[in-house]
């Protein structure tokens, strides 16, 4: 007998027994006393480790590896190896299989000297992942040799707070946290779809929200524009906008921009802006957003609405490409190279819109800014989707790339600014 | 044969207000043209002397026309034409 099971009361310790002596069921079957240096010693056997240069060595040639740090997170904090997971080692069973799925990806477990990363090797190896290493010395020894190494951004502890439910997903992290914080996303229209796109941007933690507007806020727009409030009709509308929006997030810069989106200020509005999401309600300025995009190398999430009908897309010009790591599109003239004459075209103050529909088609524009900033999942480049509110139907349409394309085609013939009132005027 | 062809909220009016419509045709040009047969006006909205309108585009199942064959686009049994007109609002 020996182990915890000596162990029931407190100030009962057994004499001559060392705390350390813990009960082990190890993978040699059946139950044995072991003692903490059995134990380690055990686990290194059976636990591949691979040394800091290799580990280095994988980093720099690009391999896919996880690399998985066990420590604290305050440990985390201070420093870790480029790209490096953080998984401290006593929530490893519990959140493994939600940060890594795959039980055959490769695995590089370190923490500050080797020891943890080994135990935390084994325990990994028991939950059934194959290819699971163990780096030897670990993370104090790394920044002694002056290996590359990464600080997470810093993050204040309410902010930790308040993103928490993000922070708790892989695919965001405190790093992407950061990111976010980080990021600048210009809202065409604080209308139907800039209401909600803007309200969960700015939830989200979207650093710096930019609002084009020249209006002001009128009773028949609270129908659906959720933004603003009875109390503020008259205000401008993205006066009301930046009270919604500060009172929900004080994390955010919001900028409001009294103006209509014109070809003589569209170079500084998009400014350094990161992406632009479009929620105008009319053609001249969703043909001169999409030039612009071209132009000056911006993603545009378009959307857009008519009576119970939507349609949203991502435009990434190859001029955007290289910055989000994607591939680039087709863009707005691709799709539709000429507006309709203005007697073919109704706007929803002439034929109506069901309130809810913006609301759809903004979330989903706000969803698609938000992995593009983040660098995550599949944008809907050169995919429309179509949502019909009656028939409760989403489908998805395939959109090319025009070669012939006036302004991102081969051979581009509109190179500048056009007179976009005079295009959409034809009829 | 009959081929299923969704109508946007913008032509509604043209269809007695059915979402859905069929008409018969080997492409898709022949399909408008029966399309007009039964819904005047419709072919006008959709087409011109160049082809269809560049503010339309027409689908077969995920393709747009404009990318296939345009109105020479063959249909066959099962296909489905959507019709996704520009819109703007917002």
Not at chain 1, 164 to 184: A, D, F, T, W, Y
Not at chain 1, 237 to 266: F, H, M, Q, W
Not at chain 2, 68 to 88: Q, R
Request: charged share 25%.
């Amino acid at each position: 007998m020996s182990g915890l099971s000596g162990v029931k009361t407190p100030g009962k310790w057994p004499v001559a027994r060392t705390p350390l002596e813990i009960r082990y069921n190890g993978c040699n079957g059946g139950t044995m006393a072991t003692t903490y240096t059995d134990l380690i010693a055990g686990v290194r056997k059976r636990t591949k480790e691979v040394t800091l240069d290799e580990v280095k060595r994988r980093l720099e040639a690009k391999e896919p590896y996880v690399l998985l740090d066990v420590r604290e997170k305050d440990e985390f904090r201070a420093g870790y190896i480029p790209g490096a997971i953080s998984l401290p080692r006593g929530f490893l069973e519990i959140q493994v299989e939600q940060k890594l799925p795959d039980k055959n990806v490769k695995i590089v477990a370190y923490c500050a000297g080797g020891t943890r990363s080994a135990l935390a090797a084994a325990t990994l190896a028991e939950l059934g992942y194959t290819n699971v290493e163990t780096a030897n010395p670990g993370f104090v020894r790394w920044k002694d040799l002056g290996y590359p190494q990464e600080k997470p951004p810093e993050l204040t502890d309410a902010q930790r707070d308040r993103y928490s439910r993000h922070i708790l997903l892989p695919e965001v992290g405190e790093v992407g946290q950061s990111k976010l914080l980080q990021s600048k996303v210009l809202l065409i229209g604080a209308g139907g779809l800039g209401s909600p796109a803007a309200l969960y941007l700015a939830a989200a933690g979207v650093g710096t929200l930019g609002l084009v507007d020249a209006d002001v806020v009128d009773a028949s727009n609270l129908q659906r524009q959720i933004l603003h409030a009875t109390s503020r009709v008259g205000a401008f509308k993205v006066d009301s906008a930046e009270k919604t929006l500060r009172d929900l997030n004080p994390d955010v810069k919001v900028i409001g921009y009294k103006e209509r989106l014109l070809s003589d200020n569209v170079d500084r509005l998009f400014g350094d802006y990161d992406v632009i999401v479009d929620g105008t309600d009319n053609f001249p300025t969703r043909y001169l957003v999409n030039d612009a995009s071209v132009f000056l190398g911006k993603p545009v999430v378009h959307g857009s609405i008519f009576r119970f009908d939507g349609q949203v897309t991502t435009f990434l010009p190859e001029s955007a490409a290289k910055k989000f790591g994607v591939a680039s599109g087709p863009c707005y003239r691709c799709l539709y190279p000429e507006p309709p004459p203005p007697h073919l075209a109704p706007s929803c103050q002439e034929a109506g819109v069901l309130g809810i529909l913006p609301g759809i088609i903004g979330v989903v524009q706000a969803t698609e800014a938000i992995k593009l900033l983040l660098g995550q999942g599949e944008p809907l480049i050169g995919r429309l989707l179509t949502y019909d509110s009656l028939k409760m139907k989403f489908r998805e349409l395939r959109l090319r790339k025009d070669p012939g394309c006036p302004v991102c085609g081969k051979n581009p013939t509109i190179t500048s600014y056009i007179d976009y009132e005079g295009f959409c005027a034809i009829g | 044969m009959a081929t299923k062809v969704r109508i946007p909220a913008s032509l509604r009016t043209l269809t007695g207000g059915k979402d859905e419509v069929t008409a018969a045709g080997d492409t898709v040009g022949a399909l408008i043209e029966d399309l007009e047969k039964n819904h005047p006006g419709i072919k006008d909205r959709l087409v011109d002397e160049k082809g269809v309108r560049r503010f339309v585009n027409l689908y077969v199942g995920e393709e747009d026309v404009r990318f296939l064959d345009g109105l020479g686009t063959p249909l066959k049994a099962g296909d489905e034409i959507s019709i996704v007109p520009a819109i703007a609002g917002g």
